[in-house]
């Protein structure tokens, strides 16, 4: 069993930057790829990035790659989102999520385990 608890979400202009936390509780969390999605409202949840839970292989959106780095830290159970140059179109909450796959995929189905998320609101 995996708990997640995401932080870091907020108000920023467009340009600037945030960065994202999940902090995971259970002893197996690095067993478990990790994924970061997003929904905006009205739009469906979509896959932003992801961790393999092993080499630390990582995985982005096409929306989001060259913005956006995935990091985790299996010893203080923690996967960020970095994400820099932050456009009104990355406005959505944002959720963390836990897969006990090998390799993270971009299908929310594939995910057991999700946190409540977190609001990031970039504006123009």
């Known amino acids: 069993q995996v708990q997640l608890v995401e932080s870091g979400g907020g108000l920023v202009q467009a340009g600037g930057s945030l960065r994202l936390s999940c902090a995971a509780s259970?002893?197996?969390?690095?067993?478990?790829?990790m994924a970061w999605f997003r929904q905006a409202p009205g739009k469906e949840r979509e896959f932003v990035a992801g961790?393999?839970?092993?080499?630390?292989?990582?995985g982005y959106a096409n929306s989001v790659k060259g913005r956006f780095t995935i990091s985790r830290d299996n010893a203080k159970n923690t996967v960020d989102l970095q994400m820099n140059s932050l456009k009104p179109e990355d406005t959505a909450v944002y959720l963390c999520?836990?897969?006990?796959?090998?390799?993270?995929?971009?299908?929310?189905?594939?995910?057991?385990?999700w946190g409540q998320g977190t609001q990031v609101t970039v504006s123009s």
């Open positions: 259970g002893r197996t969390f690095s067993s478990y790829a």
């Open positions: 999520a836990a897969s006990t796959r090998l390799l993270p995929t971009t299908t929310q189905y594939d995910y057991g385990y």
């Open positions: 961790i393999s839970w092993v080499a630390g292989g990582t």
